[in-house]
């Protein structure tokens, strides 16, 4: 049987996935992203990591990063979010279904794409690797640090990353396609998920 927690957090995944793109894609009633075209460039990505594993385990962090006090929206600077081609202006929020965590989402209003930051403070990463979790799981690294490439049932405009930052917290990186014609793949959104999970992690060290 799931923990609540667990069964919270994967339930919260497809919610917060609505909850960004409602915001990325309404404000005063008029769209926000222009999703009709294909945007003629998209974000160059690496990935790093393990083919997918039916049993995996957490590299050791090199140190820890606590998320504790810090405000989501300021972790990614504005050179970051340039580079990530997240253009527009982070909007931040208090996500209530994902057990009330701290969060950001920034719209990448040329690419057609939208990421969302979540500060998890109560649970530690490695409960995306129980098999109650039920999703598809990859371990990669975000600068340095031990992360999952999570891929909810179902959902195939979005993709996860979450990185194991400190004990009992873990930053959540979703990374979602913005409403592209022709959609951008899966595989594209993980790869753009992990690279603004290693911007993250970047800046989080310089403030330890």
């Not at 309404?26 to 998209?42: H, L």
């Amino acid at each position: 049987m799931r923990t609540p927690h667990l069964a919270r957090l994967i339930a919260a995944i497809g919610i917060a996935i609505v909850i960004v793109i409602g915001v990325a894609l309404t404000s005063g009633g008029r769209p926000m992203i222009t999703a009709n075209e294909p945007p003629t460039t998209r974000p160059t990505v690496r990935f790093q990591g393990l083919p997918p594993t039916t049993t995996v385990t957490l590299t050791p962090r090199p140190t820890s990063l606590s998320l504790d006090g810090v405000n989501p929206c300021t972790i990614l600077s504005s050179s970051q979010r340039a580079d990530l081609s997240l253009d527009s202006s982070p909007t931040p929020y208090t996500d209530a279904e994902f057990d009330k965590a701290k969060a950001c989402s920034i719209r990448g209003l040329e690419s057609g794409t939208v990421a969302r930051l979540a500060l998890v403070l109560n649970m530690g990463a490695d409960v995306w690797l129980s098999d109650e979790a039920q999703v598809q799981t990859q371990t990669v690294t975000a600068d340095g640090f031990p992360a999952i490439v999570v891929r909810t049932p179902g959902l195939t405009d979005a993709c996860n990353v979450e990185v194991d930052t400190s004990d009992n917290e873990f930053l959540d990186v979703l990374f979602r396609d913005g409403g592209n014609t022709p959609p951008i793949p899966q595989d594209t959104l993980c790869l753009g998920a992990q690279r603004v999970a290693e911007a993250a992690v970047s800046s989080l060290k310089l403030r330890h």
